[in-house]
């Protein structure tokens, strides 16, 4: 009955608890010698304002978290009512950032001090020890001082030093770096010297170092379309670059963006609901036309030697490269001791290259080819790639279509072995690579050493659900795992469950955190990887988890199906539903089912939403077909100018293929106590998703109404040529023949199953111009449909109300259609 009621009331607990991710830890960074980790964490479950956190031993390896900077404490009830810059809500959603507080960090070298804003302010934390008492007394922990810096020059000209966006503070800690979007300002930390006689402590002191403008013939101000110091759309969306200048580690040097987005299409967002208010008009880069111009500057700062401060430029060049042919800045890497790198793509991305830009006198802001890289369909970015090693070789990432894996070279040597595929690097040093993987036990059938322990011993490839005895499998594509990837080869896990994974490292210390099928939270933990006493325990702890749980346990089955051998996760209803020991259901297919995205992985997290819809009364499948990442290069690259025909192919070939798979695992489960599952109805298949899943959705009534009776489309991109260039023509190219063979508007006429299509009037990414032309395609043609647009949402869905309502009306929706389907099967 608990059980039921949790089901229950899952949609608003959803919405409130921003998906059950308030409370917990997030963000980690090691920092320093590794004994301390720099974290973000709200108080509770239903707390959307983070604050920072550290994570701490001390020398007898005691573990500790201490509060550094909480809003409410800074801000006040002003915590709790966000007053974000537009500029920065565009940030966050391009990064799906949906938290509110302090939601982002920038910590010195050192980790002593951290910038960051909240509310468009800009705040520092400093962190100083103290070293205990004469008598041995331990240190009874950190001393902090949060502040805001350069309150007083934000106030008296806002319109010269404000929206504070990307703050960055320097390596040296000294001063930081942040972008208005038409300056790149510099503020020189004061407060300094304190406790000297005599002496007044510096002011902050903020400077335009940098700036854009353009003006019309008589010299007035005109449109800017150009921006500073900030990552194009292209780039936050596409690309996970959301930083537009990165500092040298030896605080000098800056090298920064700069683009122009006059020749990209002007598009309008508006609020129907509030026609006296004016559509706000923005740049996107729609597919098939212009994009940003991007370019890059090298500059070298100076500074006075006794106070720090900014005394000017004393360097300055543009980057030169042949912007004409490697339109895209992909990536930029700074390791200490080296000059920059900078990973440039051609227009479909299928060609780069690695430069490495020169910061000596003779060479200033010259850039030199270190490697290049081409694929025929495309190049994947990983990210963390290109990296130097602290020696000076060069890791990159390599789509290896003979071993297909997606492997790391060094120094052009592939040293990654076949079938285990990178998805991350995490850190880069002489030794190793730490890195994010997705091993194909096909290629490479032999487990590490430490997996096999961890299996035995009951933690690793049997991880076994609560409410079913199901299993995640091995450590395969479902699982993305921690390992240190050494330069000979050898493959060292540092995460031993599967699960959904991630990590950071600096000296002795690592913070491992992420999600897997043995609980429903977060697990962040920090460690001392060589601090070992003498009976081989290294110091560690697990980070508290403050959030939310969703009080149940997907009960879900991880199986193969059809000749693709889709991974596929089957959740039936639970034990307490009314569902539970029904002999057929309806089957709700439930995909992402495009490129790079997978939905099928070894985290509860990926089954919740599949479980409340189990216990309306659905079989609910989530098939990864082809495409979806995680099984090396050529699988990924099947759907190359044919997404719309591969991936409905591959949900159909799921569909047929469940009934003999569903009798398979229950004549499997005759030996043991679990219930069976209930068989699917192949006359009663639906289909909901989002963005690519509502596409999916979309096309599934329109394309295979024979085997799709009902869908529901959140937000489906309809028409490829209303999508960004990054994105779409990576798989579809340049030819206008294939967004036309890839669109679903022109069968419209075809439709004959019901269709819920829901869009958000908000929506910057996949704009509601795609839902309105299949709706008036479909209004063309005479085919019935529903329609709910959805005012003030954009592509997260971040309103309470609309979250938890989408679901129960997606849910009655669907009930009615399936009603009277009549039985073929």
Same mark, same amino acid.
Not at 778 to 788: D, E, I, K, S
């Given at each position: 009955?608990?059980?039921?009621?949790?089901?229950?009331?899952?949609?608003?607990?959803?919405?409130?608890?921003?998906?059950?991710?308030?409370?917990?830890?997030?963000? @980690?960074?090691?920092?320093?010698?590794?004994?301390?980790?720099?974290?973000?964490?709200?108080?509770?479950?239903?707390?959307?304002?983070?604050?920072?956190?550290?994570?701490?031993?001390?020398?007898?390896?005691?573990?500790?978290?201490?509060?550094?900077?909480?809003?409410?404490?800074?801000?006040? /009830?002003?915590?709790?009512?966000?007053?974000?810059?537009?500029?920065?809500?565009?940030? $966050?959603?391009?990064?799906?950032?949906?938290?509110?507080?302090?939601?982002?960090?920038?910590?010195?070298?050192?980790?002593?001090?951290?910038?960051?804003?909240?509310?468009?302010?800009?705040?520092?934390?400093?962190?100083?020890?103290?070293?205990?008492?004469?008598?041995?007394?331990? %240190?009874?922990?950190?001393? #902090?001082?949060?502040?805001?810096?350069?309150? @007083?020059?934000?106030?008296?000209?806002?319109?010269?030093?404000?929206?504070?966006?990307?703050? $960055?503070?320097?390596?040296?800690?000294?001063? #930081? =770096?942040?972008?208005?979007?038409?300056?790149?300002?510099?503020?020189?930390?004061?407060?300094?010297?304190?406790?000297?006689?005599?002496?007044?402590?510096?002011?902050?002191?903020?400077?335009?170092?940098?700036?854009?403008?353009?003006?019309?013939?008589?010299?007035?101000?005109?449109?800017?379309?150009?921006?500073?110091?900030?990552?194009?759309?292209?780039?936050?969306?596409?690309?996970?670059?959301? /930083?537009?200048?990165?500092?040298?580690?030896?605080?000098?040097?800056?090298?920064?963006?700069?683009?122009?987005?006059?020749?990209?299409?002007?598009?309008?967002?508006?609020?129907?609901?509030?026609?006296?208010?004016?559509?706000?008009?923005?740049?996107?880069?729609?597919?098939?036309?212009?994009?940003?111009?991007?370019?890059?500057?090298?500059?070298?700062?100076?500074?006075?030697?006794?106070?720090?401060?900014?005394?000017?430029?004393?360097?300055?060049?543009?980057?030169?490269? /042949?912007?004409?042919?490697?339109?895209? #800045?992909?990536?930029?890497?700074?390791?200490?001791?080296?000059?920059?790198?900078?990973?440039?793509?051609?227009?479909?991305?299928?060609?780069?290259?690695?430069?490495?830009?020169?910061?000596?006198?003779?060479?200033?802001?010259?850039?030199?080819?270190?490697?290049?890289?081409?694929?025929?369909?495309?190049?994947?970015?990983?990210?963390?790639?290109?990296?130097?090693?602290?020696?000076?070789?060069?890791?990159?990432?390599?789509?290896?279509?003979?071993?297909?894996?997606?492997?790391?070279?060094?120094?052009?040597?592939?040293?990654?072995?076949?079938?285990?595929?990178?998805?991350?690097?995490?850190?880069?040093?002489?030794? /190793?690579?730490?890195?994010?993987?997705? $091993?194909?036990?096909?290629?490479?059938?032999?487990?590490?050493?430490?997996?096999?322990?961890?299996?035995?011993?009951?933690?690793?490839?049997?991880?076994?659900?609560?409410?079913?005895?199901?299993?995640?499998?091995?450590?395969?594509?479902?699982?993305?795992?921690?390992?240190?990837?050494?330069?000979?080869?050898?493959?060292?896990?540092?995460?031993?469950?599967?699960?959904?994974?991630?990590?950071?490292?600096?000296?002795?210390?690592?913070?491992?955190?992420?999600?897997?099928?043995? @609980?429903?939270?977060?697990?962040?933990?920090?460690? =001392?990887?060589?601090?070992?006493?003498?009976?081989?325990?290294?110091?560690? %702890?697990?980070?508290?988890?403050?959030?939310?749980?969703?009080?149940?346990?997907?009960?879900?089955?991880?199986?193969?199906?059809?000749?693709?051998?889709?991974?596929?996760?089957?959740?039936?209803?639970? @034990?307490?539903?009314?569902? !539970?020991?029904?002999?057929?259901?309806?089957?709700?297919?439930?995909?992402?089912?495009?490129?790079?995205?997978?939905?099928?992985?070894?985290?509860?997290?990926?089954?919740?939403?599949?479980?409340?819809? %189990?216990?309306?009364?659905?079989?609910?499948?989530?098939?990864?077909?082809?495409?979806?990442?995680?099984?090396?290069?050529?699988?990924?690259?099947?759907?190359?100018?044919?997404?719309?025909?591969?991936?409905?192919?591959?949900?159909?070939?799921?569909?047929?293929?469940?009934?003999?798979?569903?009798? %398979?695992?229950?004549? !499997?489960?005759?030996?043991?106590?679990?219930?069976?599952?209930?068989?699917?109805?192949?006359?009663?298949?639906?289909?909901?998703?989002?963005?690519?899943?509502?596409?999916?959705?979309?096309?599934?009534?329109?394309?295979?109404?024979? #085997?799709?009776?009902?869908?529901?489309?959140?937000?489906?991109?309809?028409?490829?040529?209303?999508?960004?260039?990054?994105?779409?023509?990576?798989?579809?190219?340049?030819?206008?023949?294939?967004?036309? $063979?890839?669109?679903?508007?022109?069968?419209?006429?075809?439709?004959?199953?019901?269709?819920?299509?829901?869009?958000?009037?908000?929506?910057?990414?996949?704009?509601?111009?795609?839902?309105?032309?299949?709706?008036?395609?479909?209004?063309?043609?005479?085919?019935?449909?529903?329609?709910?647009?959805?005012?003030?949402?954009?592509?997260?869905?971040?309103?309470?109300?609309?979250?938890?309502?989408?679901?129960?009306?997606?849910?009655?929706?669907?009930?009615?259609?399936?009603?009277?389907?009549?039985?073929?099967?």
């Amino acid at each position: 009955m608990v059980v039921m009621n949790n089901i229950d009331d899952f949609p608003r607990a959803k919405a409130r608890t921003l998906r059950f991710t308030c409370g917990a830890p997030r963000s @980690a960074q090691a920092i320093g010698d590794g004994s301390l980790a720099l974290f973000l964490r709200s108080d509770g479950p239903e707390d959307l304002v983070t604050a920072l956190w550290l994570s701490w031993f001390d020398e007898a390896g005691g573990h500790h978290e201490t509060k550094l900077a909480d809003p409410r404490d800074l801000l006040g /009830d002003h915590a709790d009512s966000e007053d974000v810059p537009a500029e920065e809500k565009a940030r $966050r959603e391009r990064a799906r950032e949906g938290g509110a507080g302090i939601v982002s960090y920038s910590a010195c070298a050192e980790g002593d001090r951290v910038v960051f804003t909240i509310n468009g302010r800009l705040y520092l934390t400093e962190i100083a020890w103290d070293d205990g008492t004469e008598d041995g007394t331990p %240190a009874a922990g950190p001393i #902090v001082e949060t502040r805001e810096l350069a309150g @007083a020059w934000l106030d008296e000209d806002p319109a010269m030093y404000t929206p504070v966006l990307n703050p $960055r503070i320097s390596p040296d800690g000294d001063h #930081v =770096l942040y972008t208005t979007g038409e300056r790149l300002m510099l503020v020189d930390i004061g407060d300094w010297p304190r406790d000297v006689e005599g002496v007044d402590p510096l002011d902050d002191r903020v400077t335009a170092v940098y700036g854009v403008s353009v003006e019309d013939e008589d010299g007035n101000p005109a449109e800017n379309t150009w921006r500073i110091g900030l990552a194009e759309f292209a780039a936050g969306e596409e690309m996970d670059r959301y /930083d537009g200048f990165w500092w040298a580690p030896d605080s000098r040097h800056v090298l920064f963006e700069s683009f122009d987005t006059a020749d990209e299409p002007t598009w309008f967002i508006s609020d129907p609901a509030d026609p006296e208010r004016p559509a706000a008009g923005r740049r996107y880069p729609r597919a098939l036309t212009r994009n940003a111009d991007v370019y890059l500057t090298l500059i070298t700062l100076d500074f006075d030697p006794a106070t720090l401060r900014y005394r000017g430029i004393t360097a300055n060049a543009d980057v030169e490269w /042949d912007r004409e042919a490697y339109e895209y #800045v992909a990536a930029v890497h700074w390791t200490e001791g080296h000059d920059p790198l900078v990973l440039v793509q051609d227009r479909l991305q299928r060609n780069d290259q690695v430069l490495q830009v020169a910061t000596d006198e003779r060479r200033y802001g010259l850039p030199r080819v270190l490697e290049e890289h081409h694929n025929d369909q495309w190049i994947d970015l990983v990210s963390g790639t290109p990296a130097l090693t602290p020696d000076g070789r060069l890791v990159c990432a390599l789509n290896d279509m003979d071993a297909d894996t997606n492997r790391l070279t060094v120094d052009g040597r592939a040293f990654t072995p076949a079938g285990w595929n990178v998805r991350h690097v995490l850190d880069v040093t002489d030794a /190793d690579v730490l890195a994010v993987v997705q $091993r194909e036990p096909d290629l490479a059938p032999d487990e590490p050493r430490e997996w096999r322990v961890a299996a035995e011993a009951g933690h690793g490839g049997g991880a076994v659900s609560a409410a079913d005895e199901s299993r995640v499998g091995a450590h395969d594509a479902r699982s993305f795992d921690v390992v240190s990837l050494g330069y000979d080869g050898t493959v060292t896990p540092v995460t031993s469950r599967p699960g959904v994974w991630t990590a950071s490292r600096a000296g002795d210390g690592i913070v491992v955190s992420g999600r897997s099928m043995d @609980a429903a939270g977060v697990t962040m933990e920090h460690s =001392l990887v060589t601090q070992v006493d003498e009976e081989g325990h290294a110091p560690a %702890a697990t980070i508290a988890n403050h959030a939310a749980e969703p009080g149940f346990a997907p009960n879900v089955t991880f199986t193969r199906l059809g000749g693709h051998r889709l991974y596929t996760a089957i959740v039936a209803p639970s @034990a307490g539903s009314p569902y !539970a020991r029904a002999e057929r259901l309806p089957v709700l297919m439930k995909p992402y089912g495009g490129p790079g995205h997978q939905q099928v992985a070894a985290a509860q997290s990926y089954y919740w939403d599949a479980q409340w819809w %189990a216990d309306q009364g659905f079989l609910v499948v989530t098939a990864d077909g082809r495409g979806t990442t995680g099984r090396g290069p050529r699988w990924d690259r099947e759907i190359f100018e044919d997404m719309k025909d591969v991936t409905l192919a591959d949900q159909v070939e799921a569909v047929r293929a469940l009934p003999d798979a569903v009798a %398979a695992l229950n004549d !499997a489960r005759q030996t043991g106590h679990a219930a069976p599952i209930p068989a699917p109805d192949l006359d009663r298949v639906a289909m909901i998703g989002w963005s690519y899943g509502g596409f999916l959705s979309a096309l599934a009534v329109l394309d295979a109404p024979d #085997v799709f009776a009902a869908a529901c489309a959140g937000a489906p991109p309809t028409d490829w040529t209303l999508y960004d260039t990054h994105y779409t023509e990576r798989y579809l190219g340049l030819d206008p023949a294939v967004y036309e $063979r890839n669109s679903i508007i022109a069968d419209a006429p075809k439709l004959s199953r019901p269709l819920m299509i829901i869009h958000g009037f908000a929506d910057d990414n996949v704009t509601i111009a795609h839902s309105l032309r299949l709706s008036r395609a479909l209004m063309a043609a005479g085919r019935p449909h529903t329609f709910l647009p959805l005012t003030g949402i954009t592509h997260m869905t971040n309103d309470e109300t609309v979250a938890e309502n989408l679901l129960t009306l997606q849910r009655d929706f669907l009930r009615d259609a399936l009603r009277n389907v009549p039985e073929t099967h």
